[in-house]
């Protein structure tokens, strides 16, 4: 396999710009194997690109390249996450073991954006991340996607409407505080199922990725009595088997969350909160394959 020169300027460039890079493709691809893969394939074709025509920008050259190479990622994963077995879920990250540059903006790095970052067309979800989460102008992004900036700018506004993000960053519901998280900590532990849906809104969603290699449900649960009825039957199962449920606090993507462990399986569990302070959504991700970035 062709490899970077220790010495070569392409080899130094992506030295220095590789973990912004895997930051730009994680957030656009929401798994970090998959955003490591691709900037692994720029190197490759740093390699090739140095070999013709001088680079007058090897980081700009970079970001184009994993841009590009990111959105191809995209098109190629649709299919098989249409037919993924039940929910997918962003695969969750701690994200104080990751480097500054991979970590960048944090609103950008939430699961609830990065599974609501599925909808957008990848062209708007790349506007979106390197605006949002890198901080580049319209004229800037344009280069990258081939756009103009007034494009790019439609671009913006169209998937910050998808991704629920208001232009004023402020204007965007606070994450989720310990102090409500150790509430529904208590009420798992207790079994105290109506507790849990107390703090539901009337509009909440919970989505399970199981992965097809943990039990799940296989469709989105919506309403506070329909997740009640999902939870009981796990909780209720586990408890009624003398399986005490261990709840702890853990850190999903910057933002506050929990583990729930039944036996020997372990679930992340992220929240997204409303204005209110009421639970929109909750995202469980038990497919153990995504939890090796997040759990000790």
Known sequence: MEALSSRSAAALAWREERDRLVGIAYRMLGDFGHAED??????????????????????????????RRSIDRLR???AEREEYPGPWLPE???VDRLPEDVVADREMLSLTVLH???????????AVVLHRAFGMSAVEIGRVLERSPAAVRQLISRGERRLQLDGDRAAS???????ALARVV????????????????????LWADGGGR????????????????????????????GVRPRVA??????????????GAEVDVIAFEFDASGAIRGIRRVSNPEKLTRVLA
């Open 92 to 94: 969750p990250v701690a």
């Open 249 to 262: 606090h853990t850190e999903v993507n910057g933002e506050p969350g929990l583990s729930l462990a039944i």
């Open 173 to 179: 519901p606070p994450p989720p505080s310990r102090e």
């Open 38 to 67: 691709v900037v692994s394939e720029v190197a490759l074709e740093a390699v090739r690109a140095e070999r013709g025509a001088p680079v007058r920008s090897w980081p700009a050259w970079l970001t184009t390249t994993c841009v």
């Open 116 to 126: 609501l970052a599925e909808q957008p067309s990848p062209e708007a979800r790349a």
């Open 76 to 78: 190629q994963l649709a």
């Open 214 to 241: 943990v039990r799940s449900a296989l469709n989105p649960v919506f309403g506070p009595r329909r997740i009640a009825r999902f939870l009981a039957g796990i909780l209720g199962k586990a408890i009624a088997a």
């Open 186 to 205: 208590e009420a798992i532990e207790g079994g105290d199922i109506a507790a849990v849906v107390a703090s539901l809104a009337d509009d909440a969603i």
